[in-house]
C-alpha cells in the first residue's frame, strides 16, 4: 500500500482491512440496515407514505466478519395492523424484503434468502377477522396483536440468534413487488423474504452473518 493511502486510513479511523461494499434493497413499506449495530443506510422515503415501495443502492465500508441487521416495517395505521382504517380499502398491508450485497470487485457478498433469520417483533391482527371489522380497535375482539422490543446486540456479531426462526421466503407473484424493484439487477440467488405471514408480520427484524 501506498504511504499517501496508508495515511488517509490511520487518519480516517478506518481498519486497514476494510472493504467497500454495494447494497440494493427494496422494501415493502420501510427498511434500515446496519452492519455490526451501526446504521448504514435508512429507506429515503417514510413509511407513513402512501405505496412507498422505493428500493436504495448504497455503499458501505466493513471489515469481516459483519453481522447484516435489516430492520423492515409494513405500514399500519395503528396496533391493529390495519390500513386505510374506516374506509373502503380498510386492509391487512402485506410486506415483502429483498437484498443483495457485492464486494468492490462486483462479486456476491450475500442475498436475501432463506439463511436468514428474521425475529417478528409486531404481529397483527392475531385473528384475520378483524379486517372486516367495522370499528377496529386495537387489542379488542378479533383485532389482538403481539409486540415486543428489539432485543438487546441483535445486530452485532456475538448474538446468539440460534432460536431464531429462519427467513420465509416468497414468490413475486405473492409479494407483487413494483415502484423501485424493477431498477434493480437482482442477482441469481435473490428472494423476497419476510416472517411467516406477509399480512400479520409487521416489523421483522433480519440477520446474516457474513464471514
Known amino acids: 500500500m501506498q504511504r499517501a493511502a496508508f495515511l488517509v486510513l490511520l487518519i480516517s479511523g478506518m481498519p486497514l482491512s476494510a472493504e467497500t461494499f454495494s447494497a440494493d434493497v427494496w422494501a415493502d413499506n420501510w427498511f434500515e440496515m446496519r452492519i455490526n449495530g451501526a446504521q ?3 429507506d ?3 413509511i407513513t407514505t402512501e405505496r412507498s415501495f422505493n428500493a436504495e443502492s448504497f455503499e458501505f465500508e466493513a471489515e469481516r466478519p459483519f453481522v ?3 430492520v423492515a416495517k409494513d405500514f399500519k395505521a395503528d396496533d391493529t395492523g390495519l390500513e386505510y382504517i374506516g374506509t373502503r380499502r380498510q386492509q391487512m398491508g402485506d410486506g415483502g424484503l429483498i437484498a443483495q450485497v457485492k464486494d468492490s470487485a462486483g462479486a456476491t457478498v450475500a442475498v436475501s434468502n432463506s439463511a436468514w433469520q428474521c425475529l417478528v417483533i409486531h404481529t397483527a391482527p392475531l385473528d384475520k377477522s378483524c379486517e372486516a371489522e367495522a370499528n377496529p380497535v386495537a387489542g379488542a375482539g378479533p383485532c389482538t396483536f403481539e ?8 445486530d452485532q ?3 446468539d440468534a440460534s432460536h431464531w426462526p429462519q427467513a420465509s421466503t416468497f414468490s413475486e407473484r405473492e409479494v407483487s413487488p413494483k415502484d423501485g424493484y424493477d431498477r434493480i439487477d437482482w442477482v441469481e440467488g435473490a428472494e423476497l423474504i419476510w ?8 416489523t421483522v ?3 446474516l452473518a457474513v464471514r
Open 147 to 154: 409486540v415486543m422490543d428489539e432485543p438487546d446486540g441483535w
Open 68 to 70: 447484516i441487521g435489516l
Open 205 to 207: 427484524l433480519c440477520r
Open 44 to 46: 429515503s422515503v417514510p
Open 40 to 42: 448504514v443506510a435508512e
Open 195 to 202: 416472517g411467516p405471514d406477509l399480512e400479520q408480520s409487521n
Open 157 to 159: 456479531v456475538g448474538f
